[in-house]
């Protein structure tokens, strides 16, 4: 039987980040099979697994459903699950799971609006923040003031800002009127406040910020702020693969089988009913 080490697992079922797996084995609070867990224990399905003595059933990939969201952040939402200042957080605005929980895929900070993707799949999550994976993030970003070439240039060949080298990997003029101007900007990693600070480093003030794109998963103007879609699942199953994961859930009927099944459903009901009458 297959086993993985227990912080993957665990993760991988939504519990949490690695992590914070991680740092609950290290406190003693997790059990397999009545002892306290040790770092990096391998688990199997059939495990009897508990978590501050709440059981937790070790499941076979093959057995959970991937899923993931996509949610048009507003600004003033933080990306937390609990704020001490009592400012609304994004989880708020997520349907609810059971046996497991939403993983926000990166973060937004209070001011910066747009895309940000939610999974229950911790191990997805993982892969698509990691920096080796050079997942591409881009952003709509206005500025005040005129940018010379020079600028843009030293922009994409990177400047030292107080945590290392940083550059954006492209730059697009989007236009603008007036003192504010549109650009298009890529980034391969996600460091805290990073768009804003490699234009603040030049002296340019950002006026608006917005996620528009994470790896292949563009914001669809479909979804308004505050609001989030659920991904297909051929969106899902692109999406692991593209960081090298097998994701297929089995257990969902694809929309065009599902109106073919409702309007079946609904001739037969109308069929029987005609025939009572």
Do not use: C
């Not at 002296?203 to 996620?211: A, E, H, K, N, T």
């Not at 528009?212 to 989030?228: C, K, P, T, V």
């Amino acid at each position: 039987m297959e086993t993985e080490r227990i912080q993957k697992a665990l993760a991988r079922m939504g519990l949490g980040s690695r992590r914070e797996i991680e740092r609950w084995v290290e406190e003693g609070l997790i059990r397999v099979n009545g002892n306290i867990a040790t770092p990096g224990q391998a688990v199997k399905a059939g495990d009897k697994v508990s978590y501050k003595n709440k059981r937790i059933e070790i499941k076979p990939i093959e057995m959970l459903r991937t899923r993931v969201l996509a949610y048009h952040k507003p600004e003033g939402e933080v990306t937390t699950r609990k704020d001490e200042e009592g400012r609304k957080t994004v989880f708020e605005s997520l349907p609810r799971l059971q046996s497991a929980r939403w993983i926000s895929i990166g973060r937004l900070d209070i001011n910066t609006t747009g895309l940000l993707l939610f999974t229950n799949d911790g191990e997805l999550a993982n892969r698509l923040m990691h920096p080796s994976r050079e997942v591409e993030r881009e952003y709509a970003v206005r500025i005040l003031g005129e940018v010379s070439d020079d600028v843009l240039k030293e922009l994409q060949e990177g400047v030292l800002l107080e945590d290392g080298m940083a550059h954006f990997d492209k730059i697009v003029d989007a236009g603008g009127q007036g003192a504010n101007h549109w650009y298009h900007v890529v980034l391969k990693e996600g460091r805290t406040r990073e768009v804003r600070r490699l234009w603040e480093h030049f002296g340019y003030r950002v006026s608006r910020l917005m996620r528009i794109r994470y790896g292949d998963i563009e914001l669809s103007r479909a979804i308004r702020q505050g609001n989030f879609k659920e991904l297909s699942d051929t969106e899902v199953t692109k999406l692991a693969a593209s960081v090298d994961l097998v994701r297929i859930n089995k257990d969902k009927i694809d929309e065009s089988r599902r109106q073919k099944y409702t309007s079946a459903t609904k001739k037969k009901n109308l069929g029987s009913f005609k025939k009572k009458r």
